[in-house]
């Protein structure tokens, strides 16, 4: 008896293309790409866009100003996806953090964190782990992955928003207000995608978060600051830590390329600095290491003439570290010969400790972890939920 296989392979049906996380342009060319008359692309590219981000649908049927026909050509082509959340934590202090998917062995995590800035802000990623060494630092033990595209940090806030309910925009009573460029990654090694991700979520049609409430941290990649100033309007931050150049090569090796001078040169640079627009330097404050009420006359001396104001933030340890953090009346006498230079330097109340979501903590740990072993543990969840 002879048996014949058949060998052929089926083409794969293509993959819908996401418009979640698109910037205006990228719609219209979506647009154009599923036959919408040029003229017209634009347009419809409005419409999808106050939808997408006015209203978080994620259905085409619900996109009442758009013609049905359309609609239903718009569904078989694209969808309208987030990104999948791997992991979904909440501190005892309300700080929620997030563990999104990117792909296989690709996560990024961000932080919500409440009662920040004028209600509440998120932590986003602009990379999946990170170039930077920081020796202080969770995240920089962790290698570079890739950079992320802008889509893939403006899906980041979209993830908060649906969990925090913040459908459609409103401008009462919001619970996120602030978006921080604080999480894993350098954003200014991601500068073109954090640019374009800035110009949607600060877009006043959609999610409408001011540019004056997005504030982008650097570790000092001081030939791009001035740049990010120009093409945004953002507030700065610099992630500083140490006061002189030996110090700052331990603590922050990037120091080594761009040290303190040429640093401070290129934040001097940074368009419409003013005491209503200035610097956030954050400064960990870390035990013997560089907590002296000298090296804070230093950091005074420092600062001259530059807008400021300090963040001193508690070392949040995590497994592993050298480091510890220094004594609180240290922390607080600190504090003081800053305040008494006129500088504004509030001590960060450490958030989300518990879950590994504190400033300096963050690193996607369930890379680690098969893929089977998180279904097992889901279904096992599922299972106990339903016998209770």
Same mark, same amino acid.
């Given at each position: 008896m ?13 993959v ?16 154009? @790409? ?15 866009w ?9 259905? $085409? ?10 609609? @239903?050509?718009?569904s ?12 979904? =934590? ?26 920040? @800035? ?10 999946v782990g ?13 290698k ?19 969990a ?13 207000t602030?978006?921080? $460029? ?5 954003p ?15 877009? @006043? ?20 600051i ?12 610099i ?15 990037l120091?080594?390329?761009?040290d303190?001078?040429?640093l $401070? ?5 940074y ?6 627009k200035?610097?956030t $330097? ?6 013997g ?7 804070a ?13 300090i963040?001193?933030i508690?070392?949040n340890?995590?497994?592993?570290t ?9 922390i607080?006498?600190f504090?003081?010969?800053?305040n ?6 509030p ?13 300096? =903590? ?17 279904l096992a ?5 339903a016998?209770?």
């Open positions: 002879s048996v014949e296989l058949d060998l052929s392979r089926k083409p794969a049906a293509p819908a293309a996401n418009l979640a996380g698109l910037g205006r342009e990228g719609l219209r060319q979506a647009m154009i @790409g599923a036959g919408v008359e040029e003229k017209k692309a634009r347009m419809r590219a409005n419409q999808l106050r939808w997408i981000y006015h209203y978080g649908v994620t259905d $085409f049927a619900k996109m009442t100003d758009v013609a049905k026909e359309l609609r @239903g050509s718009l078989e082509k694209f969808v309208l996806e987030r990104p999948p959340i791997n992991m979904a =934590q909440t501190s005892v202090d309300g700080t929620r953090k997030w563990l999104v998917g990117y792909g296989p062995n690709t996560e990024a995590e961000c932080v919500y964190i409440p009662d920040v @800035g004028k209600a509440g802000a998120l932590c986003v990623s602009s990379q990170c170039t930077l060494t920081c020796s202080f630092c969770h995240t920089g033990t962790q570079l992955v890739r950079n992320l595209s802008a889509a893939e940090i403006v899906n980041q806030v979209m993830v908060a928003r649906d925090l309910e913040e459908w459609p925009t409103s401008n009462e009573d919001r619970r996120l602030n978006i921080v $460029f604080m999480g894993m990654g350098e200014l090694y991601n500068l073109d995608n954090v640019v374009e991700a800035l110009e949607t979520i600060g877009d @006043g049609d959609g999610i409408s978060i001011s540019k004056r409430r997005i504030t982008v941290s650097t570790a000092g990649v001081a030939p791009k001035p740049e990010l100033g120009k093409r945004t309007g953002a507030m700065l931050a992630s500083l830590h140490a006061t002189n150049d030996d110090l700052r090569d331990e603590l922050v090796p120091n080594k390329k761009y303190l001078k040429e $401070f040169d290129a934040i001097r640079a368009p419409d600095l003013s005491n209503s200035r610097v $330097f954050e400064y960990v404050m870390l035990k290491i560089n907590d002296t009420l000298a090296e006359r230093d950091l005074v001396r420092l600062l001259k003439g530059v807008p400021s104001k963040n001193l508690p070392f340890p995590w497994p592993g050298k480091y510890e953090c220094s004594d609180w009346e240290t607080e006498a504090a003081e010969v800053l008494r230079a006129g500088y504004a330097s001590i960060r109340t450490p958030r989300g400790r518990d879950i590994l979501a504190a400033c300096g =903590q963050l690193r996607s740990e369930s890379v680690k972890q098969k893929a089977s072993e998180r279904l097992a543990a889901r969840e599922k299972e106990a939920s016998e209770g």
